[in-house]
């Protein structure tokens, strides 16, 4: 009761929030990707590509997932998308950044990496199956089998990825 108010004066800056629009973009880009309404539209998605590759090094965890996630349906989709095969080789790169980054045998589904690690997984696993302009060379394969046999002797969920991508390779 008799205590006074100050108003504190809050520094802001217009790039504060922005990544909130980002992240808005990515998920209609996401959906719209994932319901094939991407038809007669590969004009439009091959200028997005350098953008996605930048969300996907970019700092907020559910821009890179979003990110990671509208590659491997633009994979899948077999979209012929100029700057797609132009970049593959950068995104498979940060793709495997990230898992060498935040794949450890400590993380849990509680933990906030665990669906972007899981999301890279299986892009990894369509990168595989279905771009034949790519091929994983002998140090990718190797930290990916160490991956599953580090996922095999310690998960005990069977939610695992490790046996789609075993299978992949």
Same mark, same amino acid.
Request: glycine share 4%.
């Given at each position: 009761?008799?205590?006074?108010?100050?108003?504190?004066?809050?520094?802001?800056?217009?790039?504060?929030?922005? &990544?909130?629009?980002? $992240?808005?973009?990515?998920?209609?880009? =996401?959906?719209? +990707?994932? *319901?094939k309404?991407?038809?007669?539209?590969?004009?439009?998605?091959?200028?997005?590509?350098?953008?996605?590759?930048?969300?996907?090094?970019?700092?907020?965890?559910?821009?890179?997932?979003?990110s990671?996630?509208?590659?491997?349906?633009?994979?899948?989709?077999?979209?012929?998308?100029?700057?797609?095969?132009?970049?593959?080789?950068?995104?498979?790169s940060?793709?495997?950044?990230?898992?060498?980054? &935040?794949?450890?045998t $400590?993380?849990?589904?509680?933990?906030? =990496?665990?669906? +972007?690690? *899981?999301s890279?997984?299986?892009?990894?696993?369509?990168?595989?199956?279905?771009?034949?302009?790519?091929?994983?060379?002998?140090n990718?394969?190797?930290?990916?089998?160490?991956?599953?046999?580090?996922?095999?002797?310690?998960?005990?969920?069977?939610?695992t990825?490790?046996?789609?991508?075993?299978?992949?390779?």
């Amino acid at each position: 009761r008799g205590a006074s108010t100050t108003t504190k004066n809050v520094k802001s800056s217009k790039q504060t929030n922005s &990544y909130v629009l980002v $992240e808005f973009g990515l998920e209609m880009l =996401h959906i719209s +990707l994932k *319901k094939k309404k991407s038809d007669g539209l590969e004009g439009f998605l091959d200028p997005l590509v350098p953008f996605l590759v930048d969300a996907m090094k970019g700092n907020f965890l559910k821009v890179n997932m979003l990110s990671v996630r509208c590659f491997a349906i633009m994979w899948h989709q077999k979209l012929e998308l100029e700057s797609l095969r132009k970049f593959t080789d950068g995104i498979a790169s940060e793709i495997f950044a990230i898992l060498h980054k &935040y794949a450890t045998t $400590e993380i849990s589904r509680k933990d906030n =990496h665990y669906l +972007l690690v *899981k999301s890279s997984f299986k892009s990894v696993v369509v990168l595989i199956r279905h771009v034949d302009y790519y091929t994983v060379n002998e140090n990718q394969l190797k930290t990916l089998l160490l991956y599953i046999e580090q996922d095999l002797t310690i998960a005990n969920d069977k939610d695992t990825i490790s046996f789609v991508l075993l299978k992949a390779i």
